[in-house]
């Protein structure tokens, strides 16, 4: 229950703020129109949402987050074809694992890409 949780926080002398506060459900369907309230303040409903790095959706499809970090990951490899004009493969390779495939590889157990458009989109990258 959302109100125990915030009621423990405060006795817990811990700073929790309704207005900052969303919520989401997640489902196929997308239907749920039950309203939540946090300390009878109704808590914002939300699609998407970031948290820890990884962008979730309410249908855990994650295409925010894949769109996300292929448009991070092509603005690096931009900036570095800019920066190094002629660079040798194995310079180039170096660079890519250094800067671009952390972005690719974060948390990829959460998110990994099952939808072969997924895969074929982050592919192209690398």
């Known amino acids: ?3 125990n949780m915030y009621h423990w926080t ?22 749920n129109h039950r309203p939540y309230q946090m300390n009878n303040i109704p808590l914002n409903k939300t699609i998407v949402k ?14 925010h987050h894949i769109q996300a970090k292929i448009k991070k990951s092509n603005s690096i490899m ?11 493969n194995h310079t180039f390779l170096l660079l890519y694992k250094s800067f671009v495939r952390p972005h690719l ?12 458009k997924h895969i074929t989109t982050i592919e192209n990258v690398q």
């Not at 790095?53 to 855990?60: F, K, T």
């Open 105 to 116: 590889e974060y948390a990829n157990q959460v998110w990994k890409p099952h939808l072969k």
């Open 50 to 63: 970031r948290g820890l790095g990884v962008i979730l959706d309410n249908r855990l499809t994650f295409e």
């Open 1 to 3: 229950d959302i109100n």
């Open 10 to 31: 405060q006795e817990s002398l811990l700073t929790v703020n309704p207005d900052k506060c969303s919520s989401m459900t997640i489902s196929r369907s997308g239907t």
């Open 78 to 88: 931009a900036l570095i074809r800019r920066t190094y004009t002629y660079l040798d």
